[in-house]
C-alpha cells in the first residue's frame, strides 16, 4: 500500500510508532500534488515545498504530542494562513500575503499538523460549485468533466484524490455535505457551537448564527479526528460548546442500535430518482449494522425561509464590507445575494427567529422517537463544470439559485449535526452522499451511526481512476 492510500488515523498511528517519518509522509503526499493537481485544481496556494519539509524534519525531532502530529493539511481558502494570501475566489480581495493565522489554521498547528498551502472555494464560498475568477474550477476526481461540488469543494477533491488525508471545511447550505457527497468522501457540519468562531468574527454572525466550520476526511474515524482537533471551548465564543474534544478520538463502533428514519425528499424538493434510491437503499443498510429502518420525516416546511432569511444577513454584511465601486468584480450570484441581504427587514429577522424556534422544537420531538434521519446530501449526482447550478432536475425547473441545494439548506436551520457519508456510485460512475442528521449536541451519536453504516458498506475503499500526467 503506497502512503497516501493509508487512512488517517492509519498514518497518526504509524507517525506515533515512528514507523514512518513525517518528511515520509509529506514527501508522498506533495509528490501526489504534483501528480494529480494540474488535473483537479484542488489545491491553489502552496508553501515552499522546502519550507513544508523542513517543518516535517522538525516535527520527527519531536516527541509527537497532538493527534495530527506530521500530518499535511490545507486549509480552505476562506480562513488566513500565515504566509499565504487569503483570496476567498474573489478579484475584490488583497494579495497580501497573511500576516498572522486564523482560528482553523491555528488549531490545525496546535494538534501538530502540517499546513501546506489552501483549497479552492468558489467566490466568498457561495454555491455548491467550486469554480473563480481567481484560481479557475476544480474538477472532480472520478470525473474531470464534472463538478467537485462546494463551497469545500477543493478540500473534497484533495481528499478524494489522496492529496491529503484530511481536510478542513465550512458550511452555510451544504459546503461540506455537498462536495463530500460529490467525491466520494466524508463531511461533517458539526453542532453550532462545535468549532467555535473566532473573537474577530462579528456579533451578529455569532449570535444569529447559521454558518460553521467542520472536519472531513476518506472516514468516519478520519472525520472525527480532525474535529478533535479543531472542536472545544473558547471563552471568546457566546456559543462555544464545553465538551472535551478527546471524546471524537475515541474508536468508533462497527455497529449500531440506531433508529433510522428515510425522509426521502421531506415533501419539500427534487431530487433525481437515481440520486434518491441510491440513498435509500444505502439508509437501509442500518439493518446489516444493527439498527432499524423506518420511513418518517419531520416537518420542515419553514426552514428554508429561515435559512433564505439569516443567510441573506452573512450576505448584507459581505456587500457592506466591500466598495460599491468594486461590485462589479464580483459573479452576478453573490451580487444577486448581497441585493437580497440588502432588502431584508427587522421583521423578517424576527418572523425567521420565531420560526426558527418551532423547527428546533420539530425536531426535538422528532429525535425523541428516532435517532438518525437519513437523506439526500445533494439532490442530483455532479454535474458538468461548465454549469454554474443545475437549472432543472429530472425535468423540474429550479425557482432559484437555491433550489436545488434545499436537501442541505432546510436541515442548516436546526443546528443538528449532518454529515454526508458515500452511499454508492450511479450508472455514469459517479459517486453519491447520503446525510445523516442527528439531535443538537449528538456529534459523538452521529459519528457513531455512520461508522457502523461505513463498515456495512466500506465504499471508502474505492479511488478514482484519474489518469496521471
Known amino acids: 500500500m503506497e502512503i497516501v492510500d493509508h487512512t488517517a488515523v492509519e498514518l497518526a498511528g504509524l507517525l506515533r510508532s515512528r514507523e514512518l517519518s513525517a518528511r515520509d509522509v509529506m514527501t508522498a503526499h506533495l509528490d501526489r500534488i504534483d501528480q494529480v493537481n494540474p488535473q483537479v485544481n484542488a489545491i491553489v496556494s502552496m508553501r515552499d515545498r522546502a519550507d513544508v519539509l523542513a517543518d516535517a524534519d522538525a516535527a520527527d525531532a519531536q516527541k509527537p504530542m497532538g493527534p495530527l502530529h506530521g500530518l499535511p493539511v490545507a486549509v480552505k481558502d476562506l480562513e488566513d494562513v500565515a504566509g499565504l494570501p487569503t483570496r476567498s475566489g474573489s478579484l475584490v480581495t488583497s494579495t497580501q500575503l497573511a500576516a498572522a493565522d486564523g482560528f482553523i ?8 499538523a502540517i499546513i501546506i498551502g489552501k483549497t479552492n472555494t468558489p467566490e466568498f464560498g457561495t454555491g455548491s460549485h467550486t469554480f473563480n475568477e481567481v484560481f479557475g474550477v476544480t474538477r472532480n476526481p472520478w470525473d474531470l468533466s464534472k463538478s467537485a461540488g462546494g463551497s469545500s469543494g477543493g478540500a473534497a477533491a484533495a481528499l478524494a484524490s489522496r492529496m491529503l488525508p484530511i481536510a478542513d471545511g465550512s458550511d452555510l447550505g451544504g459546503s461540506l455535505r455537498n462536495p463530500a457527497g460529490f467525491c466520494n468522501v466524508v463531511g461533517l457540519r458539526p453542532t453550532i457551537g462545535r468549532v467555535a468562531l473566532s473573537a474577530a468574527t462579528s456579533t451578529s454572525t455569532h449570535l444569529i448564527r447559521l454558518g460553521v466550520r467542520g472536519p472531513m476526511g476518506r472516514t468516519v474515524a478520519d ?19 464545553t465538551d472535551d474534544p478527546a471524546i471524537f478520538r475515541a474508536p468508533l463502533p462497527t455497529t449500531t442500535s440506531a433508529r433510522l428514519a428515510w425522509g426521502g425528499d421531506l415533501g419539500l424538493f427534487t ?22 429502518f423506518s420511513e418518517a420525516a419531520p416537518d420542515l416546511s419553514a426552514s428554508m425561509q429561515i435559512f433564505r432569511t439569516l443567510r441573506g444577513l452573512a450576505y448584507r454584511q459581505l456587500g457592506q464590507a466591500i466598495p460599491r465601486d468594486r461590485w462589479s468584480l464580483m459573479k452576478a450570484t453573490v451580487l444577486e445575494n448581497i441585493e437580497f441581504g440588502l432588502s431584508i427587514t427587522v421583521d423578517d ?10 423547527v428546533h422544537a420539530e425536531m426535538t420531538k422528532f429525535f ?11 439532490q442530483v449526482a455532479p454535474f458538468p463544470v461548465e454549469t454554474e447550478f443545475p437549472m432543472a432536475i429530472d425535468g423540474v425547473a429550479m425557482a432559484d439559485y437555491l433550489d436545488w441545494m434545499t436537501t442541505c439548506c432546510v436541515i442548516t436551520p436546526t443546528g443538528c449535526p ?24 449528538n456529534d459523538r451519536a452521529l459519528l457513531e451511526a455512520a461508522a457502523a453504516l461505513e463498515a456495512a458498506n466500506p465504499l471508502y475503499q474505492r479511488v478514482p481512476g484519474l489518469v496521471m500526467t
Open 223 to 241: 472525520t472525527a479526528l480532525l474535529l478533535s482537533a479543531l472542536a472545544g471551548p473558547q471563552a471568546d465564543d457566546p456559543l462555544s460548546l
Open 271 to 292: 431530487a433525481e430518482a437515481e440520486v434518491l434510491g441510491l440513498c435509500r437503499q444505502a439508509a437501509k443498510q442500518i439493518t446489516a449494522a444493527g439498527g432499524t
Open 349 to 358: 429577522v424576527l418572523r425567521a427567529e420565531a420560526l426558527r424556534a418551532q
Open 418 to 441: 449532518a454529515l454526508s457519508l458515500p452511499a454508492g456510485f450511479t450508472s455514469a460512475g459517479l459517486p453519491v452522499g447520503l446525510q445523516l442528521v442527528a439531535r443538537v449536541g
Open 368 to 378: 425523541d422517537e428516532y435517532d438518525v434521519l437519513a437523506l439526500p446530501a445533494a
Open 105 to 112: 489554521a491555528a488549531q490545525l498547528r496546535a494538534a501538530g
